[in-house]
């Protein structure tokens, strides 16, 4: 089968580009290289567009070629922290409309990444059927391109299947920076003999998802029969002290975590996903607890 993944360079992408090469699939990527690596696909066998998707014409650009049967769309601003609203909504939304543009003319699939940002601070678990309170301007971009795919699925031939995922961890993020995951972050204090930095008391919860699943989620989704938005976690909320816990296991420690006071006036201490939707639209059950996902991922990280 012919791929295109945007955002390819990146953490998730370019584990799904590695996937789907290992599978023997073609898989071309376009990428803008704001916040992707190529590091990540140095043993990439595919074509690469470099360039910012909402400036791509992509119908012109793949005029002639045989048309892609589906496009796994992962490009976006990921610094949730980007205050530039016109930057993020010209570039998370402005990115899904050529994607919209180049389905609706070539009949192909499109799987895009949402975001649990969409739901704010709605109570745990949060479930696709609750009304949508983004609290930042990147939650607000996840909340439009949610309402596009709804309106083109009734319009385009082929599914368009949107995947909030939750906490993402795992190997490829590391460019990522202060923008990996916790785990990461936790990760690196702990292999550099440093006492774990958690808020006071490390009872919030997150539902941390490993990216070997969410990789499985997408390629799930490129043989669904129905369009819809679906949450990707592993439909368990694990706490800071029990990640330090997995940690210590993993890299065979026994360090306490260092608490500090919470610097923000609103948290949101608890996220778990409710994965029926994904499991009903997908079949997807994810392989992976939190626990085997750093034990996986540790090793990869030591080795
Ligand atoms: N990692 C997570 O925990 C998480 C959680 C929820 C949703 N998501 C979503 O998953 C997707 C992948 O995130 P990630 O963690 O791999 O982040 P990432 O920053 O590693 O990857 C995003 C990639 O998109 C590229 N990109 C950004 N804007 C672009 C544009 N306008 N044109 C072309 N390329 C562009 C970047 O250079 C980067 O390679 C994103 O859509 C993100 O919003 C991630």
Not at 20 to 39: A, N, P, Y
Not at 123 to 143: I, R, W
């Amino acid at each position: 089968m012919r791929y295109l993944v945007t955002g390819g360079a990146g953490f998730v992408g370019s584990n799904i580009v590695l996937r789907l090469e290992k599978d023997r699939h073609d898989v071309t990527v376009i990428d803008d290289m704001s916040s992707g690596t190529f590091k990540n696909l140095t043993t990439f066998r595919g074509d690469f567009y470099p360039g910012i998707l909402e400036e791509m014409d992509l119908i012109s650009l793949f005029r002639g070629r045989a048309p892609f049967d589906a496009i796994i769309h992962e490009a976006s601003i990921t610094d949730t922290t980007v205050s530039d609203q016109v930057k993020m909504l010209q570039r998370n939304i402005g990115g899904f409309r050529r994607i919209l543009e180049y389905a609706s003319a070539s009949h192909c699939r499109v799987v895009y990444a949402s975001s649990a940002a969409v739901y704010g601070n709605n109570p745990s678990p949060q479930n696709e059927k609750q009304t949508p309170n983004p609290l930042n301007v990147y939650g607000f971009s996840k909340m439009v391109m949610d309402n596009m795919a709804r309106r083109a699925a009734k319009e385009l031939s082929s599914p368009v299947i949107g995947l909030r995922y939750f906490n993402v961890f795992g190997p490829g993020e590391g460019h990522k920076g202060k923008f990996a995951s916790m785990i990461f972050q936790l990760y690196l204090q702990m292999r550099d003999g440093k006492p774990p930095r958690i808020f006071k008391w490390g009872e919030q919860g997150r539902d941390h998802v490993y990216v070997k699943d969410v990789v499985e989620a997408n390629i799930l989704a490129l043989s669904a029969e129905h369009s819809g938005i679906v949450n990707i976690g592993t439909g368990i909320e694990t706490t800071f002290n029990e990640i330090v816990d997995f940690l210590n296991k993993s890299l065979k420690l026994e360090m306490t975590p260092d608490y500090f006071d919470n610097p923000y006036d609103f948290y949101q201490n608890h996220t778990r996903a409710s994965i029926e939707g994904a499991r009903a639209l997908l079949g997807y059950v994810p392989r992976f607890t939190v626990a085997e996902g750093i034990q996986d991922y540790v090793q990869y990280l030591e080795h």
